[in-house]
């Protein structure tokens, strides 16, 4: 498989998502930049502008198992991981694998399940294991979690922590539609569901090789420099209570790595770190005072602005 092949394969998958999701182009594009990244998306919005159906769009596009969670206050750690259950005819327990041993699992409204049941996908996030009763159970490759959640609705929800903030690789807003969007919308929706017709257009092998071919792309040493001094740039303490972590800056480069496969090409130039700096980096930063997520946004593209990025001569 050449670079060529990953772009035209990414191509299909939008194009096909594309076919249900309506003037997401950017989004999606980054969506697949993240999976082929090995990494995990969080997906922040308000109900009902297509969180549910992008990822459920995305697994139909790509012949991989998926599967849905609906986060709940009393959802249990075992409702998503899985239990050892004890069989009368053996009189032994046998392990029965839980929503997580998918391709693709979609948590939905991860924010309403309590720290506990959270924490369960940290495990499965970060090793891409589940460890029961002193057992450790290997997930299938590719394994990606899209979550999603509500930030204006509170109650009853629980704020992810920053520690498992941290461990997706990517946080998009899908937002509203603009008034075109919504026109084409209506007439694709108005006598059938394109998500119930959806075929894929790609194997998980393919996804796999991909995410392995983006792994071996380029990364000069002046990207690299940039990509640090972002994230140092970010930690300033006069202004961020908490920086980005090393973890942040590997995930900006395998990110732009892919990206840049995305885009046919086997090399990283500093506008693939620019286009991902914001999604990448601005969940896993806490500035002080009462700002949140739109504020540290806000902070990312003004450290864009300042942080000089390597000339095309050197990079």
């Keep these: 498989m050449k670079y060529t092949d990953v772009a035209q394969l990414a191509q299909a998958v939008q194009s096909n998502i594309g076919r249900v999701i309506v003037g997401k182009a950017r989004e999606v594009e980054l969506v697949l930049a993240a999976i082929f990244a090995g990494g995990h998306v969080l997906l922040e919005d308000v109900p009902g502008t297509g969180k549910t159906t992008l990822a459920k769009a995305l697994a139909g596009s790509v012949s991989c198992a998926f599967a849905r969670v609906q986060f709940t206050p009393d959802l249990l750690p075992a409702d998503v991981t899985g239990m050892r259950i004890y069989a009368q005819q053996t009189g032994s327990f046998h392990f029965v694998k839980g929503p997580v ?9 991860i924010n309403r399940a309590t720290p506990r049941t959270q924490s369960a996908l940290l495990e499965c996030m970060e090793e891409r294991q589940v460890t029961e ?5 290997a997930l299938e490759r590719p394994f990606v979690v899209i979550a999603t ?15 498992q903030l941290d461990r997706f690789l990517i946080k998009l807003s899908l937002g509203y539609p603009t008034q075109d969007e919504a026109l084409r919308m209506m007439q694709r929706f108005i006598q059938n569901d394109p998500l119930a017709q959806l075929s894929p257009v790609a194997s998980k092998e393919e996804v796999a090789q991909c995410a392995q071919l983006c792994s071996q792309c380029a990364v000069s040493e002046d990207v690299m420099r940039y990509m640090a001094a972002l ?11 908490l920086g980005p972590s090393p973890r ?5 480069m395998r990110a732009s790595q892919a990206l840049a496969a995305i885009r ?5 130039i500093p506008d693939d770190v620019k286009e991902l700096a914001v999604p990448v980096l601005s969940h896993r930063i806490v500035l002080r005072g009462i700002s949140y997520q739109q504020t540290s946004e806000t902070f990312v593209r003004e450290l864009l602005d300042r942080v000089p990025a390597p000339t095309e001569a050197r990079a």
Excluded: H, I, S, W
């Design 133 to 137: 009763g002193g057992t450790t159970y």
């Design 149 to 163: 959640q509500n930030p204006v609705e509170t109650q009853g929800t629980f704020p992810l922590p920053e520690a």
């Design 264 to 268: 046919g090409r086997e090399y990283v």
């Design 248 to 252: 942040a800056m590997l995930a900006l």
């Design 231 to 241: 994230c140092e740039a970010a930690r300033n303490p006069d202004k961020v209570r």
């Design 101 to 109: 041993f998918t391709n693709v699992l979609l948590a939905d409204e």
